[in-house]
């Protein structure tokens, strides 16, 4: 079939690199989520700086955000996520072969949260550790499962995005263009090899340096463990990930489409990293997807990082959005700057 002719980009945007799936395909077994129960809606924040609901839902679309109780570990989100998923796969925690975690807010730097987390659900033996890519996290480890599926050096891999990014925020005047942005939650995934036909079919996966000081936490040039920064407060240039973002979505949408070998109007669902309703929005429209085909639940959640992505499609599926046969697009970009997408053919 004819592939759609994708829209004229920026100049300076570097070629993306796109893979065919090859060796075993995989696909996703089971979905778990978890948010805390503190909810903090948008009259809440009122009270705390300078901002309105009108104007936070105008600009991002969000109406309230889960937020972590002081103490809380991403650990412990991730964990309660990570149990959902195995029961919803009906697997048994000692039959997962590996644990990645996606998050942007571990509990220190070392040891991994995946490492505490195969001790804690009963995976033993099972390699486990954890990325940084931002909120590209979780497409980044789903693709790394699925090369572990392909070359059989795995047979079940549980890929969990975990965030308690609340920690690194400041309720103040100054921060409140990324104050009233995030929120805290985890979504799970398990990746097991797929039946014939199904399963995750092309990928698109890439970073651009240049874009480092574009979304921060801590002193951009030494980072904030060599600047001693206590806390780090995330900070963001909203007016330059914005076009950045559109961007990089409309163009993993082509070349991920193009490298599978199928055109825009045979994408049944597109999942995208629920950054703002308004990227989001622009993006799909430039695409040529109508919000029908799109999952958005940023209104409930607020930007989550990591487990933005299976927080979305966790809510499609139960939804009855998402069928068997159906093709279904994650994507995702982050700090870094860095994005991901991958399409699969649901089980």
Known sequence: MALTTAPRVRSDALPLRTFKAKGRPSAIFGLGVHAPARVLSNVDLESLMETS???ITERTGIKRRHIAEPGTTTFSLATEAARKALAAARVKAEEVDAIIVATSSPDG???????????ELGAPGSYAYDILAACTGFVYALEQADSMIASERAD???VVGAEVLSRMLEYSNEYRHTAVIFGDGAGAAVVRPAPAGAGFKAWCLGGDGRGYAQVTAGNVPLGAYAAKDERPIIDMKGPDVFKFAVDIFIRQAYAIAQEAGISIEDIDLFVPHQANYRIIEAAARR?????????VNIEEYGNTSTATIPLALHDAVAAGRVKSGDRVLLAGFGS?????????EWA
């Not at 730097?109 to 001790?119: G, H, L």
């Open 53 to 55: 609901d009108q104007w």
């Open 109 to 119: 730097p070392f040891p991994s949260i995946a490492c505490r987390m195969q001790d």
């Open 156 to 158: 079940t891999v549980l």
């Open 287 to 295: 695409i040529g997807l109508p919000m029908e085909r799109v999952a």
């Open 336 to 344: 870094g700057l860095t994005w991901g997408a991958g399409l699969l």
